[in-house]
């Protein structure tokens, strides 16, 4: 395998996209490996960029580990290039789409591995999405950036396929500061309860609300929680404490 990133082109895509739908269908054949560094299918990009294979227990390591060795490369030819995040995936396809114990993988939607630009699956890509917030946010949201690459949880669903709640510093600095358990490093139980009072719905539904009245963007993360009603004072360790 390659140890410098490269793109993979539209035949390499497509052959992406065939295993995909092999495994998907319940094929237990390896990974395409070969595109990486096959000529007809890949190629290089400027800048001539080390990679190496990395153990990688949660999406913030991955975000960390990507963000440090692409973060040179001019963001506008990186936020939309399907070939890069496609090579990526296939790259550390073990890391997106483990095989079970039965040798088999569930790869989910193809979003997941090859860039999708529509913005309502953007995010769902595995590797892109996690490089995008630690771009903006560092390791600063842990609520976003918890659990394996090959996970998709509610809470990350529901917050970054929403394009003025994932670029909003404040209000995602709020939904951290609520939602997530600094003592055990997990979110809190009931955060994506729809009975639960103050939960992550109730947070969305409000903000959205107060997204007409106020300035959200130019708020902080506590500016924002105090503009909440009471029902979420049980979630801020703030008021709590």
């Known amino acids: 395998m390659s140890d410098h990133i490269r793109i993979l082109n539209e035949k390499g895509i497509d052959r992406f996209r065939d295993y995909l739908a092999s ?30 294979k990395r153990d990688f227990h949660n999406k913030l390591q991955a975000a960390k580990f990507l963000y440090e060795r692409i973060r040179l490369l001019p963001y506008s030819q990186v936020e939309s290039h399907i070939g890069l995040w496609s090579w990526l995936s296939l790259y550390f396809f073990d890391y997106v789409c483990p095989p079970n114990e039965a040798a088999k993988r569930l790869p989910g939607r193809d979003c997941r591995h090859i860039l999708d630009l529509d913005f309502r699956r953007y995010y769902y890509h595995l590797l892109i999405g996690p ?21 998709t949880s509610k809470i990350y669903q529901e917050l970054a396929a929403r394009q003025g709640f994932i670029t909003n510093k404040g209000v ?16 809190k139980q009931a955060t994506v309860s729809k009975k639960k009072h103050g939960s992550l719905f109730r947070f969305i539904e409000v903000i959205q609300q107060l997204d007409l009245t106020y300035d959200l963007y130019s708020m902080n993360g506590t500016e924002v929680l105090s503009l909440l009603p009471a029902e979420f004072d049980e979630w801020n360790p703030t008021v709590l404490s």
């Open 23 to 52: 495994i998907r269908e319940g094929s237990i054949e390896k990974p395409p490996y070969e595109l990486l560094n096959d000529s007809w299918c890949s190629a290089k990009i400027p800048g001539d960029i080390e990679i190496g």
């Open 131 to 151: 490089f995008n917030i630690y771009k903006l946010y560092g390791d600063t949201i842990p609520l976003l950036l918890n659990g394996p690459l090959f996970q």
């Open 172 to 187: 995602i600095e709020a939904a951290n500061i609520l939602y997530f358990n600094l003592h055990n490093k997990k979110p």
